[in-house]
């Protein structure tokens, strides 16, 4: 009997948080997921198979993608999640080392996945891309200025990577959640969360089912007409 081929998913940052929610509902739900992050990961399921890497380091990217193109064949799907939430300082009070962090993770590391990627939805003329981000680009929050920047040349990166991938059936977006309750959030303290929510349009916490009713839309096929978008959750923009 011959096996059905799932759809190859691509998530980084899966060891907890939003990417372990994500990784979790897509393995149950007719995917195959190949997930990373720096730590290991505690998930096991028959659809799922982690690796351990930094994506900051250009090499192990291009082994591991190198790698999932041999053992999986076409990628169908990428999101690229993984990101640091370490403090909310003035942006006097930032030290450079954490500053040159927030930037080789989200930006730096987001490159280098979705350049990779890429290679091999050029190749088989599809795919979708969708880089995670947040809704503190738009409201613009004291204490996030490295945070926010690093995430909004990420948005950026993504606008233009839609426009050149576009003629090879690639769709390339943004999904900026509002607040979500991850280990990194709670760090930051009661305070930091409440004056976060009164300043969205709904004042709720964003539940890993509110993100991957959104994910799921923007990596459909059917949504072959969406691109270069960044979809803000929670607030007006």
């Known amino acids: 009997m011959t096996k059905i081929k799932l759809p190859v998913l691509v998530i980084t940052g899966t060891s907890k948080g939003i990417g372990r929610g994500l990784a979790e509902f897509y393995c149950n739900n007719g995917y195959e997921v190949c997930g990373s992050s720096r730590s290991e990961s505690s998930f096991s399921h028959p659809n799922y198979h982690h690796t351990q890497l930094d994506i900051t380091q250009e090499l192990e990217v291009k082994n591991w993608i190198t790698g999932l193109r041999k053992s999986h064949g076409e990628i169908d799907s990428l999101i690229c999640n993984a990101g640091s939430v370490k403090s909310a300082l003035l942006l006097s009070t930032t030290p450079g080392n954490l500053a040159k962090e927030f930037l080789d993770i989200h930006?730096?590391?987001?490159?280098?996945?979705?350049?990779?990627?890429?290679?091999?939805?050029?190749?088989?003329?599809?795919?979708?891309?969708l880089n995670i981000s947040t809704i503190g680009t738009t409201l613009h929050l004291e204490g996030?200025?490295?945070?926010?920047?690093?995430?909004?040349?990420?948005?950026?990166?993504?606008?233009?990577?839609?426009?050149?991938?576009?003629?090879?059936?690639?769709?390339?977006?943004?999904?900026?959640?509002?607040?979500?309750?991850?280990?990194?959030?709670?760090?930051?303290?009661?305070?930091?969360?409440?004056?976060?929510?009164?300043?969205?349009?709904?004042?709720?916490?964003?539940?890993?089912?509110?993100?991957?009713?959104?994910?799921?839309?923007?990596?459909?096929?059917?949504?072959?007409?969406?691109?270069g978008q960044v979809i803000n959750m929670g607030i007006v923009d």
């Not at 091999?120 to 003329?125: E, F, G, V």
């Open 144 to 227: 996030t200025a490295v945070y926010s920047a690093s995430k909004s040349a990420v948005a950026e990166m993504t606008k233009i990577m839609a426009k050149e991938l576009a003629p090879l059936g690639i769709t390339c977006n943004v999904l900026a959640p509002s607040l979500f309750l991850s280990e990194s959030a709670l760090k930051l303290g009661d305070k930091w969360a409440a004056d976060l929510l009164s300043k969205q349009t709904i004042k709720r916490y964003a539940s890993i089912h509110d993100i991957i009713n959104a994910v799921s839309f923007l990596i459909s096929r059917d949504s072959s007409l969406i691109t």
């Open 107 to 129: 930006f730096l590391g987001t490159f280098f996945v979705c350049r990779e990627v890429s290679k091999s939805m050029i190749q088989q003329n599809y795919g979708r891309i």
